[in-house]
Nanobody, 124 residues
Framework: EVQLVESGGGLVQAGGSLRLACAASGFPFDDYAIGWFRQAPGGERVGISCTLRSDSKPYYAAGTGGRFLMSRDRAINTVYLQMNNLKPEDTAVYYC?????????????????WGQGTQVTVSS
């Protein structure tokens, strides 16, 4: 059974940083695409960053402006999203997702396996 558990969210002031973690289990970690997504109140779930495999370079959505950095730690099957210079518009629930796909890893509809999400709130 695929399990994804996010952590690291919280309340931060604008300009601050947070590092989210996604602990993964129940699937071959190196062979699955893993993505970070976020969903603001009333909005759609949108992709932020993803990698197709553990040894793949991350893709980033337009608009992240170099503020977000995704990494995968194969030793402990955990994925991270380092978020810097946070802005109030970054406020959302952040999710990680995993799926065996070959492309399009920033598209939410490609994934069937999701974590429960972690809330990030950025105050101005």
């Amino acid at each position: 059974e695929v399990q994804l558990v996010e952590s690291g969210g919280g309340l931060v002031q604008a300009g601050g940083s947070l590092r989210l973690a996604c602990a993964a289990s129940g699937f071959p970690f190196d062979d699955y695409a893993i993505g970070w997504f976020r969903q603001a109140p009333g909005g759609e779930r949108v992709g932020i960053s993803c990698t197709l495999r553990s040894d793949s370079k991350p893709y980033y959505a337009a608009g992240t402006g170099g503020r977000f950095l995704m990494s995968r730690d194969r030793a402990i099957n955990t994925v991270y999203l380092q978020m810097n210079n946070l802005k109030p518009e970054d406020t959302a629930v952040y999710y990680c997702a995993a799926e065996r796909i070959e492309s399009g890893c920033l598209r939410a509809f490609e994934y069937d396996n999701w974590g429960q999400g972690t809330q990030v709130t950025v105050s101005s």
